[in-house]
């Protein structure tokens, strides 16, 4: 369950970058495969450790980054959703590279009397 | 509205980690951290290493686990200075808790800082805890396909140890195919062998010693 004590990090330092009054709607995380993030595990994780705080209520938005793969017979670079997969040159062995970010991106906020904005309620 | 933030997650323990890093080179200790599952050794292989370096080189340990003291006590029958850290709920070391640690450590005095993580192969790969270098631990009763099945702590070892390779006779475990995934993950790894309860772990103290002194070839 390392979702908990990311969460509790990333209540840290939501808190730190939003502004004096506002309100958090939502807020964007991007999660590299070498991190093993599980996305409806840390969206549990963060309705967990912001109840009854300012933040309850605020949507987390977990964006899953792939593999980062190399080959070094070829020189190709690219993503893919899998650690293990062949180059297009044959090569079996092509090195992970990454990526192992873990970053909140963006923070949706809403200032007091400003009219609320609800264009992102639609995700399940 | 939307503001843009781009902050690491895991800034506080990157900058705690940071620290310990900056600690650990003003006392030139080399620090070690020990990832492995339950049970795979961990404890085992820091004693027999212990046994293996008692006096070449002064060693601090700092052991993780949710509960108990026991492998501090296991420890402290090689070593004065161990402590045992106890994480409660959590299921990996972080840097603050490392550095909580090195607090009650003659660092000073010290060559070699031992970390004893919690027994999981999966979270303590994303908390960095400001040491030089990850040593994974794998055992031969485990199965060879666990390396497959956890890429990161994989991808951000140093060395792989093999461990309980005494019951290799006994087990199904394909060593080349062991080997070939990890390669495929991390392809320059160096890749030791230890039974550490046999007292076998010269690899493994030979891969430190090699670290400790970067001019020796290993
Ligand atoms: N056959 C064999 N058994 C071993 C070896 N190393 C450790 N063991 C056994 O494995 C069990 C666990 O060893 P520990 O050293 O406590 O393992 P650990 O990883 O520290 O365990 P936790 O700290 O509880 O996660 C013990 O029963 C050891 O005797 C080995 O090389 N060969
Ligand atoms: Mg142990
Ligand atoms: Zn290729």
Known sequence: MHELSIANELLNVVNENTPPGARVVSLSVQAGAMQAIDADALQFAWQAVTQDDSLEGSRLEVELLPWRLECDQCDRVWESPEAFEPCTCGNVRPKVTGSDELLLVSLDVEQPGEPTESLNHSQA | ?218
């Open chain 2, 1 to 218: 509205m939307k503001i843009p933030v781009v902050k690491k997650v895991l800034k506080l323990n990157d900058e705690v980690a940071q620290m310990n890093r900056r600690r650990l080179k003003k006392s030139g200790v080399f620090s070690i951290e020990l990832i492995g599952s339950p049970g795979s050794g961990k404890t085992a292989l820091i004693e027999r290493t212990l046994d293996k370096l008692a006096g070449q080189m002064n060693v601090g340990v700092a052991v993780g686990d949710l509960a108990t003291s026991y492998d501090a006590e296991r420890i402290g029958k090689w070593t004065e200075h161990v402590v045992q850290i106890n994480t409660g709920r959590g299921c990996h070391l972080d840097a603050n808790q490392v550095m909580r640690a090195m607090r009650r450590l003659p660092l000073d005095e010290m060559d070699l800082m031992i970390v004893e993580n919690v027994g999981n192969i999966i979270c303590p790969a994303n908390w960095d805890l400001g040491l030089d270098a990850k040593v994974a631990l794998f055992t031969a009763s485990e199965g060879d396909d666990k390396p497959i099945k956890h890429p990161p702590i994989v991808c951000s070892a140093d060395v792989i140890v093999l461990n309980k390779v005494d019951l290799l006779p006994h087990v199904e475990f394909d060593v080349e195919r062991f080997t070939n995934d990890i390669r495929t993950l991390n392809p320059d790894v160096p890749i030791v062998q230890t039974a550490a309860t046999r007292g076998q772990v010269c690899e493994f103290v030979e891969w430190i010693a090699a670290q400790m002194m970067p001019q020796a070839t290993a």
